[in-house]
């Protein structure tokens, strides 16, 4: 059938630079899941790439081959991503799959986003036709344990998200968000996000701008702010005490050229940046200037780390729940396993069937009797099907013969030869 397993990297084990390099945009996903179907290399698989992992769910081929897909299709060199991959097989790659979609994985404990990353990685594994029966009930079980884990358990009331904990950043730079001016760069979930949490402080301006106009000023009406396109950022960029960025560009938007040209334009007043994309919106190079305070995803984790108080009864209650939940899956997976054997018995006693059928209705067009056809019929049948099992119990030696006895009594129920009434 394929083994099931999860290959991938995440920010426990890659740093953001790592992490940036092998990021996959929406609109390559469908490419690169048929490539990697391609020249049989799995049989099914689906790839959840978000900013704080890449991950490929697999059935069948090999872990090693999908690694060496990886870094050939993000041009890495050979062996570049090893010391940071995972591999989870069968069982643990169930569970990882679980505590992935329940955020017991996440940066951020207990986040919700990562849910529906999930089911969008889904459904484009879906449309691109790389998802089959076991992948397609992995990930049906796996919403349901992630719904059932949010419903039952507190697991994500004190989740403090990544745009909660820029505005933190941005407090203790400014005394008051009030009296500063906000650029959104971006206008999909992260940055309606940071905006939520940015705009519940009031700034005293707040502009969007994204790569289609249309889009930016759908989030603009909503927060009765302004609309411009990437393409205007350099002439509006010195205005901006606050940027916040997150788009799906493959290429930095802002670079240190142009910061420095804006920090001489702003008379040296400080720039709060918060780079929540990957790959990176904003040069790295950008946070070395002064007056420049940028933030990047793995700078966030620390004040995440240092305000999340999560009550270990919700994490233990949410790991128990996850558990079972892979013991079922897993028994499903088990009962899958042993579908062609089953098959393949029923094929070939079936076969024997037919035989002793056809001899049976020979019989009677002859004009035999009835009753001695059926106890032919019977009988053949029954040396048919007991022919297999008697060979290899007379064929086996020693151990073997005890063990096929054992396994025989078990299978026909027979009495223990041993045992006096």
């Known amino acids: 059938m394929g083994q099931l397993y999860t290959l991938g990297l995440n920010h426990t084990t890659a740093p953001l630079e790592v992490r940036e390099k092998v990021s996959f945009s929406p609109d390559i996903l469908s490419h690169a899941l048929r490539d990697l179907l391609g020249g ?11 900013c704080n992992r890449t991950e490929v769910y697999c059935r069948g081929g090999a872990p090693e081959d999908v690694a060496s897909w990886l870094e050939h299709t993000h041009r890495l060199p050979q062996k570049a991503l090893e010391p940071h991959l995972y591999t989870f ?76 904990a820029a505005v933190k950043l941005a407090e203790r730079i400014f005394p008051s968000i009030a009296e500063q001016s906000l650029l959104l760069i971006g206008a999909g979930e992260m940055i309606e996000l940071a905006a939520a949490h940015f705009a519940a402080r009031h700034p005293k301006k707040i502009v969007v701008a ?29 205005q901006f005490d606050m940027i916040v960025t997150c ?48 933030y990047s995803l793995d700078d966030l984790s620390e004040i995440i780390r240092s305000n999340l108080q999560v009550r ?39 076969a024997l069937r037919q035989k002793e059928l056809e001899k049976a209705r020979k019989l009677l067009a002859k004009g035999d009797d009835p009753a001695e ?33 054992v396994l025989y009594q078990t299978i026909y129920q027979l009495p223990d030869p041993e045992r006096k009434d």
Request: hydrophobic share 45%; proline share 3%; charged share 25%.
């Open 373 to 405: 056809v059926m106890e032919l019929l019977a009988r053949g049948l029954t040396n048919k099907f007991l022919h297999a099992p008697l060979q290899a119990l007379h064929d086996a030696v020693n151990d073997e013969r005890t063990d096929l006895s």
């Open 247 to 294: 788009t799906a560009s493959m290429l930095p938007i802002l670079g240190k050229g142009l910061l420095e040209r804006v920090i001489k334009a702003r008379r040296h007043a400080p720039i709060f940046m918060v780079d929540l994309a990957v790959p990176r919106d904003i040069e790295k190079e950008v946070g070395e200037l002064d007056d420049v305070f940028l």
């Open 40 to 50: 049989q290399r799995v049989k099914e698989a689906a790839i959840l790439s978000t």
């Open 89 to 164: 097989r069968k069982n643990e790659a169930v569970t990882h799959t679980f505590r992935v979609a329940c955020g017991l994985d996440s940066m951020v404990l207990g986040e919700p986003q990562i849910l529906g990353q999930m089911k969008q990685a889904v459904r484009t594994a879906e449309a691109a036709g790389t998802l089959g029966l076991v992948l397609n009930r992995l990930f049906q079980r796996t919403f349901a344990v992630a719904k059932d884990v949010r419903t039952n358990t507190d697991i994500g009331s004190a989740s403090i998200s990544m745009a909660a």
């Open 312 to 350: 270990r009864e919700a994490i233990l209650q949410a790991e128990t729940m996850v558990a079972s939940q892979a013991d079922h899956f897993l028994r499903w997976l088990e009962e899958r396993s042993v579908v062609p054997t089953i098959n393949a018995l029923r094929n070939h006693h079936d």
């Open 210 to 238: 994204n790569r289609t106009l249309e889009r930016g000023r759908d989030l603009a009406d909503r927060l009765s702010a302004e609309a411009i396109t990437l393409n205007e950022i350099p002439d509006h960029l010195a």
